[in-house]
């Protein structure tokens, strides 16, 4: 029963060669990261490696929670066919949490299986690590499952959609910006993670750092004996919320997705097919102009904040770095072209239609580079408003930004094309993120290798020119691509 109801929610197979490959890539990210922690870590600190591990993997579980759960249990169509037959909602509950937490697990167990294999002396503390890390994730877990059944039930049809946004990403903003600070803390603070495995300790053991002779039996019973009442608690308050709540909570977030508008339809002025095809995908997809876009000035705002604090640590230095890097991250983060295709709901009517794949792929640049340009000119006009550099460079700013963005535009809509996305919830949150993480690594990467170059006397020309003249032959790169490569650009699935 239980098998099948995975198999109905999740929409996806066991395949034996994919777990058995997954945990081959597992056990090396595993290994590869113990490995760097060891060797670059300083000494004091590489000591008490596991705590950074048993942190980040606690982080990474976190963010799977706060992902997968609302999505899965408030949000997934399918559901509704399986409230219709006789399944309790505890049982589907327990399907999808104990799904989640099976990765949440392999995640903790893909960090810190490497204490166990290659540091004799930490097999105690990682066992305990890893434990106060499975018992942190289900609390988290139920937590955030409860907080999704209460905004379901509580919110109005109206509004909910708009409450999960802000609950979802908002918590992923403060998991970035803790993950972040972590980092930094445990590279450039020497007795960060000394100080952070002393606390592990106390409340693993019950102890004060001062007495970490030996652990005790008697206080390691008390500590773990008061979280397995709490969990036992929140796990009974759980039960209630799903009898009473669970199932008009849902129906209350389906409404919000489905609600009809009375609207008299209107008459286009659009001539263009092509162009009036792409513009109807955007303007009735509000959660590629409302959601999206609010997200993407968040994120670029964090994101900035991330990348351009102690930029002398890694040794990125240089003229516009900061400006560089800031418009670099408004192109990577656009939805509306690393949605291009998976948000495209007449797809399937193209492959009976007289409809160019080519044409078709170009008009998806055009207008995702178009809406992506607001952006671009949102961040340039607050850069020249408090940075003031001079007009020359103010130029130069404002071309690399749309150069790059039709770079990150053509590359999220060609990746949409190649690897296109079943999206299975009704939640628009997190669509198209895959794309942009891809585009965002690739612009990233670019850029870090025009500082280098420039750092390092290869390329005899200030940065910031030469970032504008790489930025141009990339565009101009994908675009002869685009035009000769003609059968690389029709959609496969047509």
């Not at 945990?23 to 670059?40: D, E, T």
């Not at 972590?182 to 606390?199: E, I, N, W, Y």
């Not at 999206?423 to 990467?445: C, R």
């Amino acid at each position: 029963m239980k098998r099948i109801l995975c198999k109905i929610l999740f929409y996806n197979k066991a395949n034996p060669v994919v777990v058995a490959s997954l945990c081959f890539i597992g056990a090396y990210i595993g290994y590869l990261v113990w490995y760097i922690l060891n060797h670059y870590l300083p000494a004091s600190a590489a000591d008490n490696s596991y705590v950074l591990v048993s942190l980040l993997s606690a982080w990474f579980c976190a963010f799977l929670g706060i992902y997968q759960l609302p999505d899965q249990l408030c949000m997934n169509r399918r559901i509704q066919t399986i409230l219709c037959y006789p399944v309790e909602v505890r049982t589907i509950l327990s399907v999808v949490g104990m799904r989640v937490f099976l990765l949440q697990s392999g995640i903790c167990a893909t960090f810190l299986y490497p204490f166990f294999l290659f540091e004799a002396h930490h097999r105690k503390e990682a066992a305990l690590a890893m434990l106060f890390c499975c018992i942190l994730t289900v609390a988290l877990d139920i937590a955030v499952i409860l907080f999704s059944i209460l905004i379901s039930r509580f919110c109005a049809s109206d509004i909910v959609g708009y409450a999960f946004v802000v609950f979802q990403y908002g918590s992923f903003l403060i998991l970035a910006w803790l993950a972040g600070n972590t980092v930094f803390s445990c590279f450039h603070k020497p007795g960060f993670l000394s100080d952070s495995a002393g606390v592990l300790k106390r409340y693993i053991t019950g102890q004060s750092p001062a007495a970490m002779q030996g652990y005790e039996l008697r206080s390691i019973l008390w500590i773990w004996g008061a979280a397995l009442t709490g969990m036992t608690v929140l796990m009974a308050v759980l039960k209630l919320a799903a009898k009473h709540w669970y199932v008009r909570g849902y129906l209350n977030v389906q409404s919000f997705r489905h609600r009809e508008t009375e609207k008299q339809p209107s008459v286009s002025h659009i001539k263009h097919p092509y162009f009036l095809l792409e513009w109807k995908r955007v303007t009735r997809n509000k959660e590629l102009i409302f959601f999206s876009n609010i997200k993407n000035i968040i994120t670029v705002v964090i994101l900035s904040r991330l990348l351009l604090h102690n930029f002398s640590q890694f040794g990125l230095k240089g003229t516009c770095v900061e400006e560089l890097f800031l418009l670099m991250s408004c192109c990577s983060v656009n939805t509306i072209s690393s949605t291009a295709y998976s948000s495209d709901d007449n797809k399937s009517c193209y492959a009976f239609l007289p409809i160019s794949g080519r044409r078709l792929f170009l008009w998806k640049t055009i207008q995702g580079f178009l809406w992506g340009e607001i952006t671009v000119l949102l961040f340039w006009f607050i850069l020249i408003g408090f940075e003031r550099p001079p007009v020359m460079n103010t130029f130069l700013l404002l071309f690399y930004g749309t150069s790059m963005n039709y770079v990150c535009v053509w590359l999220g809509v060609c990746i949409d094309l190649k690897m296109p996305r079943i999206v299975n919830s009704t939640n628009e949150l997190l669509h198209g993120n895959i794309s942009k993480v891809i585009v965002l690594i690739t612009a990233a990467s670019l850029t870090v290798v025009e500082i280098i170059l420039v750092g390092g006397k290869w390329v005899p020309i200030p940065l910031l020119p030469f970032a504008c003249l790489a930025g141009a032959g990339v565009a101009a790169g994908e675009y002869g691509y685009w035009k000769f490569c003609k059968g690389d650009f029709y959609d496969t699935d047509s």
